[in-house]
């Protein structure tokens, strides 16, 4: 039974963490890709400290790791809670202005400084279960950071209760924030041993309820065009346009099928990102995306003979395609160690929280710590619309984040 008098603190600590920008820089090289991330990073380790957690640490890489002992004398599974600090770069995330609705009673939400920005009821259908909520969205002229400042917060304030309330047992609890999710580099420094978790979670879903264990694999392709430039005024018959070449490729791109915009549920996709060139040389990059990690090589495959067909239309020009591996379904992994999804469920059923087992149409650390080692599935955090200026959260929904972290604990003990 969780404490009906306990007063959680993950809205203030929210409404506090969206104030610092910690946008990621996908042309970064540096790691972080942007070091405003560790002003947040460095504060957490205040509050962790402030809590009770006195082992925690912000290391050379820009983690946060620290630990809850153990206050159970069963051999308990070490298990890790984890989020990010980082925000996506496509919507800036510097002065953000969060603004509560409280009391939620339908209908569409109209942003404060932007009245062109909208979230609709109707496209936005969870919005029918948070009536009588209070929900935290912007004020459109940013992002919030929901994605994934809730999930920290809610760790922290889940460990925050569990400090003031020792007579729930629990085994060893490790903790930590990462830099660089945003752009695919959050695990990239990860040092699995040093954290010590056997099993970890993510609390960077969506949806009350949510528990993902499974993911898109991915891959990304750069295919790069090489054509030959010669002066416009004398390039009759000698000159081929790179430029040209890479837009025939991308006219033979299916119209109905294999994009984001076209495909759901179990489908995957090709989807080209970028294109920058000019006459000599033109770059496409793509992102390629399938649950089954065997119809990545079918989908290469066929951009490879796209672009096969496509040189063949302008003699003398060549391309190079490169492949790069970036994360795998971590179903598969997930899959030999069925326990770690029964207890997030189980904790959820003890919350009466209606447990929303899906899969993930994209990647999260998860992905890549479960093939290193760490089997880490994906749980509800509350946000919504990520990566937007129409991101939301409703405050009753991180809090029953906490509490299902909370629960979480002391299934793992019980069942030990």
């Not at 060893?172 to 924030?177: A, D, H, L, P, S």
């Not at 495909?263 to 989807?271: L, S």
């Not at 040389?281 to 992102?287: A, D, E, P, Q």
């Amino acid at each position: 039974m969780f404490d009906p008098n306990y007063k959680f603190t993950c809205v203030e600590r929210f409404l506090n963490y969206v104030k610092v920008d910690t946008q990621s820089n996908e042309d970064s090289k540096t790691f972080p890709s942007d070091p405003k991330q560790l002003e947040l990073s460095k504060q957490l380790v205040d509050e962790l400290k402030q809590i009770g957690l006195t082992d925690a640490e912000l290391d050379q890489h820009g983690y946060v790791m620290a630990t809850l002992p153990a206050n159970t004398d069963k051999e308990v599974s070490v298990i890790g809670f984890i989020a990010h600090v980082d925000t996506s770069p496509a919507v800036t995330g510097k002065d953000v202005n969060p603004v509560i609705h409280k009391n939620y009673q339908g209908g569409d939400i109209a942003l404060t400084k932007d009245s062109s920005k909208v979230i609709d009821a109707a496209g936005n259908p969870e919005l029918q279960d948070m009536i009588g909520m209070d929900i935290i969205t912007t004020d459109g002229t940013t992002l919030l950071g929901a994605d994934d400042k809730a999930g920290i917060a809610e760790i922290i304030d889940a460990m925050n209760y569990l400090v003031q309330h020792p007579e729930i047992k629990h085994g060893k609890i490790r903790v930590c924030f990462t830099p660089d999710e945003e752009v695919g580099r959050g695990t990239e420094k990860f040092d699995v041993a040093k954290f010590g978790a056997k099993y970890a979670y993510t609390i960077d879903g969506s949806t009350r309820g949510e528990v993902e264990t499974e993911t898109f694999s991915a891959d990304a392709v750069i295919i790069k065009f090489h054509g030959k430039n010669v002066h416009p005024g004398y390039a009759k018959n000698k000159m081929i346009n790179s430029v040209k070449i890479a837009s025939r490729f991308l006219e033979m791109l299916p119209k109905e099928t294999l994009s984001p915009e076209t495909t759901e549920k179990r489908e995957g996709y090709v989807h080209p990102t970028s294109i920058t060139g000019n006459e000599t040389l033109t770059t496409l990059k793509f992102i390629i995306r399938d649950f089954y990690a065997d119809r990545l090589q079918e989908f290469e495959d066929f951009l490879k003979d796209l672009c096969d067909k496509a040189i063949v239309q302008f003699p003398g020009a060549t391309y190079d395609f490169e492949v790069i591996q970036q994360y795998r379904n971590m179903k598969y992994v997930l899959d030999e160690h069925p326990q770690v999804e029964q207890f997030a469920v189980e904790a959820l059923n003890r919350l009466n929280i209606k447990p929303i087992q899906s899969a993930i149409r994209g990647g999260t650390d998860g992905s890549r710590l479960s093939y290193m080692g760490l089997p880490t599935p994906n749980l509800f955090a509350g946000g919504h619309n990520f990566h937007g200026y129409l991101e939301y959260v409703a405050v009753q929904d991180m809090e029953a984040s906490v509490k299902m972290i909370v629960t979480l604990a002391q299934v793992w003990e019980e069942k030990s």
